[in-house]
């Protein structure tokens, strides 16, 4: 059923991309699965291995990519915007070559500049990647984060100045990290919540939401940090995910689990969701 959310989780690679990824998948019963095709904290570009990544398109397991953590196209820094133009190019190629269907980068940060020369930095370095992308190729995804600093996207609303910046592109997309949006202030624990959130990401975004970081908070709505917390063991709590595998903008949405642990602690998380999903 097209309906369906997928339930996996970034996987941890030992042995080759496909080989341990597809491994550990199994492992903590993933229905899906995030990778990383290149350092997550450095600027060298891993060329990958040929053999595992048409492993790995060919698995039939939906994949996703997650790119450098470094990456910041509002970055006052020559230095860090070129690089993060060469690392984004070059992680939207590898996703291509491993059958992603999307890449996820973190929408980034002003750091000491204003936010109108930040975005205006955005649509001159990012939006002519976007026009490289073949039409099958994997789409962007645009993941807010947390708030803190000068971030440009925190908010679902904040989405719409960054979209606007980008032409509303048609390989666009959203990632919505689950924690992110409640350290942002979106009350995901609210009766309501997660409904609200859904429905103004779905007003500002339309059709563009592709994949779902699921993660509970440390910490509490407004709090602006990123601590992940393992499925139910959070401030959001586990229906906050219920109603999020309900609601008809998440439909057949992938979620993704980024919790704390690995292995066991990993398959734990997936199994509470596959739970509330039936329920």
Known sequence: M???NLIGGHVFVTGGLATGGLKYAA?????MIQVFVTNPRGWALSVGNPAEDEKLAAS??????????LINFGSP???????SV????HTLRRAA????RGVVVHTGSAVSQSREDALRQVREHLLPL????DEDGPDLLLEPMAGQGQMLCATVQDLGPYLEALDHHPKVGVCLDTCHAFAAGHDLAAPDGVGATLDALNEIAPGRLRLIHANDSKDVCGSKKDRHENIGAGHIGAQAFADLMRHPVAAGISLCIETPGKGEKHREDIEVLKKLRSV
């Open 2 to 4: 097209t309906s369906t």
């Open 77 to 83: 820094t020559p230095a860090t915007l070129e690089n």
């Open 60 to 69: 039939g397991v939906q994949t996703f990519v997650h790119a450098n953590y």
């Open 27 to 31: 492992e903590i019963g993933a229905e």
């Open 97 to 100: 070559q491993v059958g992603a």
């Open 86 to 89: 060469a690392v984004t190019r």
């Open 130 to 133: 976007l026009d490289e992308i």
